[in-house]
């Protein structure tokens, strides 16, 4: 039987799933996505979901939707996430760069229910290597959102950048501004909710040598031997995920030209 066919508009963009319909709406710009090891992905690990049927949107009519439970574990050529304790639904993008700077954008969603799984190990986004190890994280730890550093192929320094408290129940919006190198002219600045100073500063190497870069988002469950039985279910949601070469083209909830006049200084 054929495979039925889903094209999600997003902007200019489009993201191919399982399914039959398409929906239109304003939640990517800038990069196209794929799912993260598609194998066991279910319907409800990412789903695009609007304001008018009660979800939390953070501008426009859509949201997207991450959803992990007990057993989401997938697999791939040379990896088995089933067989190293890892849990996911993740997209990623088909883009990836290997220098220059770059500005990203993601606005980030945790319910008020959102349950802490610490000392699990829980990403909710990444900037990874191709075919290596992933040199930015964005951990939830034991709450709130923690920048993890690992250029050095471990986690290396981690600087906590929202707290518990702030996370739940609203938006968060999260700019990253950064020149790929690994070189030490490297740089990686983290701008949350409009500030026009960083809450997480980095100055030297960005990447391996030869690496590309991408990006990934969703939830990302590690060592989930660390957790008593089976993990509780857990739901994020992620709006105006964006990449541009400028911060204006990135997002429209930071004082760009300040930011950017700060940057040259």
Same mark, same amino acid.
């Given at each position: 039987?054929?495979?039925?066919?889903?094209?999600?508009?997003?902007?200019?963009?489009?993201?191919?799933?399982?399914?039959?319909?398409?929906?239109?709406? $304003?939640?990517? +710009?800038?990069? *196209?996505?794929?799912?993260?090891?598609? #194998?066991?992905?279910?319907?409800?690990?990412?789903?695009?979901? +609007?304001?008018?049927?009660? !979800?939390?949107?953070?501008?426009?009519?859509? /949201?997207?939707?991450?959803?992990?439970?007990?057993?989401?574990?997938?697999?791939?050529?040379?990896? =088995?996430?089933?067989?190293?304790?890892?849990?996911?639904?993740?997209?990623? +993008?088909?883009?990836?760069?290997?220098?220059?700077?770059?500005?990203? !954008?993601?606005?980030?969603?945790? %319910?008020?229910?959102?349950?802490?799984?610490?000392?699990?190990?829980? /990403?909710?986004?990444?900037?990874?290597?191709?075919? +290596? !190890?992933?040199?930015?994280?964005?951990? =939830?730890?034991?709450?709130?959102?923690?920048?993890?550093?690992?250029?050095?192929?471990?986690?290396?320094?981690?600087? &906590?950048?929202?707290?518990?408290?702030?996370?739940?129940?609203?938006? =968060? $919006?999260?700019?990253?501004?950064?020149?790929?190198?690994?070189?030490? $002219?490297?740089?990686?600045?983290?701008?949350?909710?409009?500030?026009?100073? %960083?809450? !997480? *500063?980095?100055?030297?190497?960005?990447?391996?040598?030869?690496?590309?870069?991408?990006?990934?988002?969703?939830?990302?469950? *590690?060592?989930?031997?660390?957790?008593?039985?089976?993990?509780?279910?857990?739901?994020?949601?992620?709006?105006?995920? =964006?990449?541009?070469?400028?911060? *204006?083209?990135?997002?429209?909830?930071?004082?760009? &030209?300040?930011?950017? #006049?700060?940057?040259?200084?």
């Amino acid at each position: 039987m054929k495979q039925a066919c889903f094209v999600l508009l997003i902007g200019m963009f489009s993201i191919s799933l399982a399914g039959c319909q398409t929906i239109s709406g $304003d939640t990517v +710009s800038g990069w *196209s996505l794929k799912k993260s090891l598609p #194998a066991n992905f279910k319907g409800y690990g990412y789903q695009v979901v +609007s304001k008018a049927d009660g !979800h939390p949107v953070r501008a426009g009519d859509n /949201a997207l939707r991450f959803e992990v439970r007990a057993g989401d574990c997938s697999w791939g050529p040379g990896w =088995n996430d089933c067989d190293n304790g890892r849990e996911r639904h993740e997209m990623l +993008s088909t883009d990836s760069w290997s220098g220059g700077e770059g500005w990203y !954008h993601w606005s980030i969603y945790l %319910p008020e229910d959102y349950p802490i799984i610490y000392p699990v190990k829980v /990403a909710l986004g990444q900037f990874h290597q191709k075919g +290596s !190890h992933p040199v930015w994280m964005f951990q =939830n730890g034991n709450g709130g959102y923690i920048v993890d550093n690992q250029t050095s192929g471990l986690s290396g320094w981690m600087t &906590p950048i929202l707290t518990d408290g702030e996370m739940r129940g609203k938006w =968060n $919006d999260i700019l990253v501004h950064a020149r790929w190198t690994s070189e030490r $002219d490297g740089f990686f600045y983290v701008y949350v909710n409009g500030e026009t100073e %960083p809450r !997480h *500063s980095w100055s030297g190497p960005t990447k391996k040598p030869g690496q590309q870069v991408y990006f990934k988002f969703g939830i990302y469950r *590690s060592f989930m031997w660390r957790y008593p039985g089976d993990a509780p279910t857990q739901i994020v949601y992620f709006d105006a995920v =964006n990449r541009a070469s400028t911060c *204006s083209d990135a997002t429209k909830f930071f004082d760009c &030209p300040a930011i950017e #006049a700060r940057s040259t200084s």
